[in-house]
Structure formats: C-alpha cells, structure tokens
C-alpha cells in the first residue's frame, strides 16, 4: 500500500472513529474544547466571501449602530416588562452573536459579562444540536439555559437564546439574560451559600429547547415552574426574555431586508477583528513589565478561613498574560469556587467598565488577553464543585485585574478612562425569602447590590455606592416599590456609613447603611453573602488605602415596631448609635460575618449591614482639607477621625482650616513617618515569616512559591498544580466537638463516665 | 529622559535609577524592587479604620482583625511621602509588585516625547439637561 493509501485510511479511520465517539456519547457534559476557550472563532468561509464583498466601513458602522440600538431596545423591554427584581435594577442584558456563536454587541447597560457567558452555551448548541436528529435548530426555536458549568457566572441567572435565519440559512443569534433570583436551590433566592454540592443548587440547565414557532412550549415550562418557588416569575420572564429577542431578530431582519445577511455577516466579523486588532495595538502602548498582588478572601460564607487571590499580572510586547497560580485551591463543598469562564468574564468586565469602555460590547475586548490557571483551584473549580457564590472569587479575581492593571497603566500616554484605586467588591445587601404579605412564595434580593462604592481616581474622590463592579449602569431600585411586594421594611435605608471611608489624597466613594425588619409574616427570612467582616477586601493605590471591614450586625429579643410605635424617643437610626447605645431594653445585640445562612427572622428583629468604600488613592496627607471638610460637612466622616486620620487643625465650630497648624501638623507626621518606618531588609526580618499563621486556616501560596499552596494547615502543603479535593468540615460538626471535649473535660472532673463511649 | 511609572515613583531611563517624584531622591535600582529603597512600617489597622461599633461589647466591629491583615506602609526614606500600602496576610513577604523590563522600556519611550505629568485619558463631559425624570 502506498503512502497516499495509508493517509486517505487514516482519516477514513479518524471518521469512524468520531462517529463511533459521538453516537456512543452517554452524557453530553460541559465540553472542555469549548469551555476553556474565551477567544472569538477563526474567521470562516463565509465571513471570509462576506468580507470580501463588503468594505465600506461607513456601512459597516451603520449595520454596528442598528444592532446596537436593537440591543437597547431588548433591554429596554426587558428592564419594563421583566418579573425578577434583577431586571427592575438592570442586572440584564441582550446581545447579537455572529452564527459561530461570538458575543459581538451587548446592550450599553446591564451586565456584560452574561452575555460574554453566553457564547459558550451557543457553542454547544452549535455543536450539538443542529445535526442531531432529535433536537435540531430552526427557525422560532428558542434555547433556555442556566447551568454556569456550561457557561455563566452562577444558576441564577438564565439566558433565552434565538438562533436568525435568512431564507434557511442561520445568520446570527440573540440572546438576553436576566438574574432571576430564585432558582429552586437548596436556600431561596438562588445563590445559596449552604450549597455543599452542586446538586444543592438549583436547576441545572444544560442549553435545551423549550420555544418552538417562537412559543414556549407548556410541559417544558411547567417542569421549570415546579423546580423553583416562584412559578410565576419563571414563566413570565421566559416570555420576556423571548419577545426581547424576537424583537432583536425583527430589528436584525429589518437590516437583512435592506442590506443584505451578507452585509450583517461582515460587519459582525469586521467588528470583531478590529477589536481584537486595536486591543493588541492599545496593549502595545503599555509598559512590558510583571505586576504581583494579591487580595485577601476572609470567608468561605460558612466559616471564616484565610484564603489568598494571587496575581501575576505579565505585559510583553502586545501579550497580556493573567496568571492565577497561587491562588486557593478550590472549596469542594463550599460555593464560593467559580468555573474558569466566570473568572475570564469578570477580567473582561474591568476592561470595559473601567480601561476601555469606548470599546465594542463583545468578546473581542477580551480575545487577545491570555489566563494562567490550575483545574482543581477557587478560580477553575471541577465539575463536581458548588458554584452559587462563585460571586466571591469572581469579585476578588477583578479586583486583583483592576489593581494589577492600573499599576501597568499609570505610564501608558494613551488611556481611555482615568487611573483608579479598586472598586468596592461585594454584594452588601440582603437575599430574602419566604411567605410574602399576599400569601406567595418568594426568594430574592435586594438591589443595594448595585451600590458598591467607586474607587477614587487619579485626580479626584471615588462617587458614593454608584454602581456594583459587574455593571456600570444599573440601578438599586425604589425602595417603596419593593414593599409592595415584600414584608420587610428597611427601616434605615440610602445612608451613608460615617468613618468608613477608604482613606488616600483622594478618597473611596462610600457606601450606605442597610437595616432591615421583617413586619408582616410568620415565614420570611433573610441570608447574606459577603466576605471582608475580618479583612478587607480590595487594596488602595499608590499610597491610598482600602476600606475597612464589614460586620453583620443584629439585635434579637425585641420588636422595634412596637418600640416605634409605643417608645419612639427609643428608637435609633445607625448602628454605632444602636450597638453602642443598645436602646432597647431585654434585646440581645450581636454581631457575625457576612456569611449568614438562611434563616426565618421575627418580627421587628433588625438585621444591619453598610456597603463598603471603594480604595482610597495616594497619600492622605495630601489630601486637600477643603476635601476633609467638605467630607465632615456631609456627614461622611466625623471631625474627631478626621483630625486624627488626615492630620487637618480646623475650628470646631466654623469649620475654618487653620492651614499653618496642618502645614505644620502634617509636617511633624513625616517625621514620626521617619522614626517609626524601617528600612525593607530590617523589616523583612522583623515580620515577614517563612510559613503562614499557625493559628488561622490558610490557603494558597506563600511569599511567591507558586508551585505549592497550602491547604488550611502548615502540615497541609500540596503540589499548586494538582491540589486535590479540598473538603471543609460542617461548622456545625466542628462546634459539636467542641462542646464534646469541653463536656469529656467537665465529666471527667465530676467523676462521670459517657454513656455512649462505645466504638 | 524620566517616565512617570505611578504617582510618587519615576524610572530615570539614563541613570536606571527609581526616583522619588516628590523630593527627587534616588529610591534604587530600576532593575529592582523599589520597596527595598523604602521605609516600611507595620501599621495597626485600628488607626486607618475605627472600630465604628465597641470593640469591647463585639467580636466584629468595621475595624480589620489584625490577625487576619496585616498592613504594610511604605516611605520616601527622605520626604516621607507614602508611597505605597499593601494589605497582605500576616507574616506574608512583601509583595515585588512593578517588575519593570528597563530595556524595553527604553525602546518604547525612544519615540516618544518626555511626559512631566501623567495623561488622565479623556475628560467626560455630564450633559445636566439629561437625567432622572421621574
């Protein structure tokens, strides 16, 4: 047999060995060749014939702007007519994708980062469902689709996607997402923290068909409706998500009908590609240099832990490499672990809210960006590992993106946005759920999500809980609204939190006091989900400091409603007045970390969190006093902290600086700076230790050896590249055995022996 | 020539030196670690962050857990301007955080006009005629 011979039977045999493959396919799982890939597809044939034929750029822009409008429209519709509090707020979006499945355009508000998911699921649906005979993929079906292991941030949310077509040819799709809330997982409002595995998470989409002649079909529906506790939210939501796609389709047919589908192709891959080119270019222009940081994760929502988000940050020539080694391996039943692409879309979300945001709303802004990761660590977590907060990790992952990048790009002569300190980055709000006023089952959360403070930029003060870092335009509601609906009042609501500013020249926009009170239902509870009560969660920059830490504060034992009502003069609109005052009289006053589980609340018990400060920037002593004051007379900060931090002599009453005694003030600082600061080497030896604390669980690597990490213990030091399954015990076990040693310590004294000491 | 790398350092592309914006002092070798040329101190978080409830009645109180973060000043050993703050686990090495290919660096900026302050990007401009209307 010849050598042409032996090649056409190699391949033969290839063949029959796919097919062999693919009709033997058990369980079309999430597909690593799919998943692991945040690039945009290579240009295809008929892309290429597109391309070809259309150059006018002016067109290409037009068609851009037309999609582009179509997108706001569909989140317009969706914003008015959607259910889910989310959609209300703008945790929304819609996008176009071209017909490989590439986010090309998403809508200017919501949050991008879903549709930047969602490429991923249109993939498998390319790849699985249009040859297979039982699924198909024609013109009016539509694609329902949740499960973050085949592509989204967390269960939470659920797409609805639309494949175009022209004259039986598919062009494009479109798609929307909203943040549903509730989705029938183990805690209501559909990121529980109690999830141990994840089947305690809800429905698990896999992309299915459930439109067909664009109507949603009914048995498929009610399946969904009875796996959620709010049925009405699911069906009406479905419906909204589709008509906002179906008028994205109507609006892209209007441009086949006077451009061309040819027309719509090139313009989707052109836009692409340019993006794709002009971010290499924009890379280019930044310093070649490695950035290393680090943020701290203080919890795993169950118990408090030391857990480390390490980056290292590389810039060469027009490459950008993220690398995560270092970081904590995964939490294999804890769900605060994400899936590598919610890791990558949330990078991808720093660079369009914050370094390029005049950039196209696609996945191209990301395309040339590469990722460093291990399989098995908190930002690529296994397939049998929880998710539902995976918020948690993805928050931190962008803080270190954002932190790394403006150190790179303080040099760069081109920039797009102001240099910035880090964001605030948590979901300082309340999930609720339970029997409503009205009689229904609900499980959501408030929108003070959307009120994370900004970091303070390079020339002026961070703005005050104005947007959460996954959207740069969404709202946090109307209060009044959601009484409607729930039987909770926030009894203290939109005020900001005084002397909890993260400190700089420039300081981080603040964030608001949160105190909410359960009134009308015996089954209404609440969770929250939040690190940072023991450590900080961001950095500052240059200088400027982070924000502080943030506790869970709750008074039990009393009813303020009837303290309002009967006592008034008792009652107390903040939490040092209320924690430090304790007003009322038999009331238990307690406070926790951020990670409170589910559970039923009573009547007139107040539960108080804040939103955090975004990172302070530069040197504080350089703050301008004008500033500090202005600061005191709004409240933010009191004027004995801001005497002490800021080092400004001004006259109690009038407010007046005195700006020889700051001079001199701050002048005397930098000398005590001098005297109590060390040079490096002597304070390498003084602090810095070879190993972690003895005393606190850690996780992740330590002083820059990247190929190892530690698993909760100095005893527990494993290989970075293949950690291993990394279980926690039930806080609730761990509390048991230690009444048990404390009880076998008192009975031993007391000369008891156990009763159930058999083995 | 001189490029500004962040707020209060500067590389001196012809001496290879880190530099103090401030005062001008010579921080130390542009191929190294700009912290060793620093003062360090070791702050407590309680003053940068008040514990805003009474840290006798509560084991949480906004102020950071010293056994939980560490914070970490750096100093202009000469002008004393901070230069940076790193929030890192207690005990943890400091971070060598701007690692800087001196070489390319002045490949780059060989085309390029000397900056005495840095570019901010585009200033955007709030059309006040627009906002909330309901």
Not at chain 1, 575 to 601: D, K
Request: hydrophobic letters at 35%.
């Amino acid at each position: 047999m010849n050598k042409d011979a032996n090649i056409e039977l190699d391949v033969q045999d290839q063949k029959l060995i796919k097919k062999f493959l693919k009709d033997t396919t058990l369980f079309l799982g999430p597909d690593p060749e799919i998943m692991r890939d945040h690039r945009i597809m290579p240009r295809t044939e008929t892309e290429e014939r597109c391309m070809d034929e259309y150059t006018d750029l002016n067109q290409i822009a037009s068609i851009r702007d037309r999609l582009q409008s179509a997108c706001e429209e569909g989140f317009e519709m969706v914003e008015q007519m959607g259910a889910a509090p989310g959609a209300k707020w703008g945790d929304i979006i819609t996008g176009i994708y071209s017909a490989s499945g590439d986010l090309t355009i998403g809508s200017a508000g919501g949050v991008l980062i879903f549709s930047a998911l969602v490429h991923h699921p249109i993939k498998f649906i390319i790849k699985n469902w249009i040859d297979e005979e039982t699924v198909g993929v024609n013109e009016g079906d539509g694609f329902i689709h949740n499960d973050s292991r085949y592509g989204n941030v967390h269960n939470t949310d659920q797409s609805m996607i639309l494949p175009v077509f022209h004259e039986g040819k598919l062009i494009c799709w479109a798609a929307s997402t909203v943040h549903e809330g509730e989705c029938g997982a183990i805690e209501p409002g559909g990121m529980p923290t109690m999830a141990e595995t994840s089947f305690d998470e809800g429905l698990k989409m896999s992309p299915f068909k459930v439109v067909e002649n664009y109507k949603i079909k009914r048995d498929l529906l009610t399946f969904l409706q009875n796996s959620v506790r709010e049925p009405k939210l699911q069906y009406e939501d479905m419906k909204v998500k589709l008509f906002a796609c179906m008028r994205l389709e109507q609006r892209i047919k209007e441009v086949f009908a006077s451009e061309g589908p040819d027309a719509l192709t090139a313009c989707l891959r052109y836009t692409n590609e340019s993006v794709v080119e002009e971010v290499r270019r924009r890379i280019s222009g930044w310093p070649d240099m490695t950035v290393r940081t680090h943020t701290i994760m203080d919890s795993t929502l169950r118990e408090n832990a030391l857990i480390k988000m390490n980056l290292t940050l590389v810039k060469k020539g027009d490459r950008l490499i993220f690398d995560f080694s270092g970081s904590s391996p995964e939490f294999t039943n804890r769900a605060i672990n994400t899936q590598l692409p919610g890791m990558k879309g949330m990078v991808g979300q720093a660079f369009m809210n914050h370094i390029w945001p005049d950039l196209p709303r696609g996945q191209a802004g990301l395309s040339p960006v590469e990722f460093k990761t291990t399989l098995g660590s908190i930002v690529d977590c296994t397939y049998a590992a929880p998710n539902s907060q995976s918020l948690m990790s993805i928050f931190h992952s962008f803080t270190v993106a954002q932190h790394a990048t403006a150190k790179i790009l303080y040099s760069a002569p081109e920039k797009f946005t102001r240099v910035l300190a880090p964001w605030h980055n948590m979901i300082n709000t309340f999930i609720w759920g339970g029997v409503n006023q009205h009689g229904e089952t609900l499980g959501n959360l408030c929108a003070d999500l959307n009120g994370m403070g900004g970091g303070a930029r390079m020339d002026r003060d961070g703005e005050h809980a104005l947007s959460p870092i996954f959207a740069t335009m969404a709202d946090i509601g109307e209060q009044e609204m959601n009484e409607e609906d729930v039987p909770f009042l926030q009894l203290v609501s939109k005020k900001m939190t005084m002397d909890t500013q993260a400190p700089g020249k420039y300081r981080g926009g603040m964030g608001y006091t949160q105190i909410a009170s359960t009134k009308d239902s015996d089954a209404w509870g609440f969770m929250t989900s939040c690190q940072g009560s023991k450590a900080p969660t961001i950095q500052g920059l240059f200088g400027g400091y982070a924000a502080g830490a943030m506790p869970l504060c709750r008074v039990s034992g009393t009813d303020v409603y009837d303290v309002m009502l009967n006592d008034p003069q008792r009652m107390r609109h903040s939490i040092p007045e209320i924690m430090n005052e304790q007003p009322f009289e038999n009331a238990i006053y307690t406070t926790q970390h951020l990670g409170l589980g589910f559970e039923i609340s009573k009547r007139g018990e107040l539960y108080m969190i804040s939103q955090g400060s975004g990172g302070g920037y530069g040197d504080l002593l350089e703050r301008d006093p004008a500033l500090v004051i202005m600061d005191i007379e709004e409240s933010l900060i009191s004027p004995d902290w801001a005497k002490k931090l800021y080092k400004v002599v001004f006259d109690e009453k009038t407010l007046a600086v005195d700006e020889a005694a700051t001079k001199k003030m701050r002048d005397e600082y930098r000398e005590q700076r001098k005297k109590q600061g060390v040079p490096y080497a002597e304070f390498v030896k003084k602090h810095v230790r070879d190993i972690p604390p003895d005393d606190v669980p850690f996780y992740g690597s330590w002083n820059g050896n990247n190929e190892q990490v530690y698993c909760g213990s100095n005893d527990d030091l494993r290989d970075a590249n293949n950690p291993g399954a990394n279980y926690m015990i039930n806080p609730k076990d761990v509390r048991i055995g230690e009444l048990e040693k404390e009880l076998e310590v008192v009975r031993k004294k007391a000369g008891i022996v156990a009763t159930n000491n058999r083995t | 020539m001189k490029v500004l790398m962040t707020e209060y350092l500067r590389i001196d592309l012809d001496s290879e030196n880190w530099e103090c914006r401030v005062c001008d002092h010579t921080v130390g070798p542009a191929r190294g670690n700009y912290k060793e040329g620093l003062l360090v101190y070791k702050r407590d978080p309680e003053d940068i962050h008040p514990s805003v409830i009474d840290p006798e009645k509560y084991n949480f109180t906004f102020c950071p857990d010293k056994d939980w973060v560490s914070i970490y000043e750096f100093y202009c050993p000469s002008c004393a301007t901070q230069v940076e703050v790193e929030y890192t686990f207690p005990g943890h090495m400091p971070l060598y955080d701007m690692e800087v290919d001196v070489d390319a660096l002045k490949e780059q900026w060989s085309t390029r006009e000397e900056l005495t302050e840095p570019t901010t990007g585009p200033n955007v401009l709030v059309d006040r005629t627009h906002g909330h209307n309901h």
